[in-house]
């Protein structure tokens, strides 16, 4: 089949180590369809919105598919909240489309720039992990195109084996090509926030381990730059939707409606000497100093849950070497992990600016799904010489202490340190050997970490 690619130089959204790729976009669902029918043995990688921050949907030595343009949104249950629709439409078009009608999504991370599919693919979390686990739980079901079976319809309780592969699974099982999801109901686009200064990590920990519970949703920003005695210092951001009568009169007539600020944009790559350490440290502190114990803050969905969608391409602002982020979970036991953590990442002054710190609640069945119970900390890390190094310090104290890493933000690690985090590995290879024998799915990601056999 002759296909009309693209050529194009492609990375993760931290613009670690671009790869030349050939893209092909199908524009329509028999373009798609045509193309799988015919991929002959030429390898590819299905591909979202490019939010992942490493090379998870890159794929130099075959095809990356790029599913953005099948976002058609097919049906949507007004009364048990149900949405079906392709794996390509953004949660940022179901936000526009369903929050005026008052409903929200169930899960989110923190960019609204993510496909339903990516989000399946990379099971992602929310600010509301702790009570309401990954995005899986509220996928009623999905269609996979696998090489062997075609098109299958898996859920957790049909062909449950091949949707707890995919989720998490990063494209490695097959194509998403739709989803049926269940939405939340909500009274208004706002939420009521409790902010709280924590001076160090036990208090935040603490807050967390006690209060999480009386939050839908909880994260705190930690100053990875403190030391000694303020060590870890957060501010906690908790709250929940805003109900009608929480809001102020001027929001009550109109509780779907907000006026957004024109969006930012970083039209160039800064230079790497902007982000130095002491312009870090100064806007850490700041922001710990300005953000004052605060209750019921009444503020728009948009400033609390997506607070870096406002400037685009703000990656840029880490210069043309890029950064990566790196998130780590740890047991509730491996606790000191986290400090050992922190402790190497302000001596040594490489993590930048706030990162963020969350408790997570129960894992899934999903193989290679991120959350457990426990910590988590993601940090963007800029580019310097020494980044291999210094990641592999993070890989050995996160090993020590029973934690693991992020797909969704690897770049660096290695298949033995993967395959020690992740005890599903060898179930997902053999998923992936039944649902994808010839190993048409691939990525630079699944060939690093030793993925797929
Ligand atoms: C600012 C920012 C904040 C973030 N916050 C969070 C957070 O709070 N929690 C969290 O969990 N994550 C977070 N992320 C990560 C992000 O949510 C995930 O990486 C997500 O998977 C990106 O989706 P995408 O559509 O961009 O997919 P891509 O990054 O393009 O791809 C991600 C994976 O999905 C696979 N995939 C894409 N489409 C399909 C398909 N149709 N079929 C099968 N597989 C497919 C790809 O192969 C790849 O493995 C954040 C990212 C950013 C940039």
Redesign the pocket.
Known sequence: MLLNTASKTLS??GRYHPKDCAVFRPERNSELKSFLEASGDQSF?????????GD??VNEAGLV?D??R?NRMRHFDETTGILDCE??V?LAEILETFVPRGWFLPV????K???????????????NHHGDG??ARFVHSLE??TPALGVVTCSPSENSEIFWA?VG?????????SAKIQLRAVESAYVKVDYQRCPHLDAVLEEMESRDRDYLYS?AWIDCLAKRAHLGRSILMRGAHARVRDLPRRHEEKPYKFSRRPPLAVPIDFPGFVLNNLSIKTFNTLFYRINRNRQEVITNYESYF?P??GIHD??RMYGRRGFI?Y?AAFPFEGRMGLVSMLEMLSEQKRASFLA?L?CFGPSNPGLLS??MPGYTL?LDIPCKPGIEEFTRELDRILLDHGGRL????DSLTDSATFAAMYPGVEAFREQCALLDPQGL?S?A?ARRLHLIK
């Open positions: 993760g959204w990688i299905p591909r979202g919105l490019g939010r992942s921050y998870t949907a598919l599913m953005c099948l794996g390509g953004s989110t991370p923190g960019t720039f993510v496909t339903v599919a990516g989000a399946i693919a990379n099971d992602v979390h929310g600010k990954t995005f996979l195109w995919t699974g990063i494209g490695l099982t097959g194509v998403i090509l994260v997506y870096l969608d703000w990656n982020q998130q963020v969350k991120y959350p993601a992020y797909l969704a933000k799915l990525s990601q």
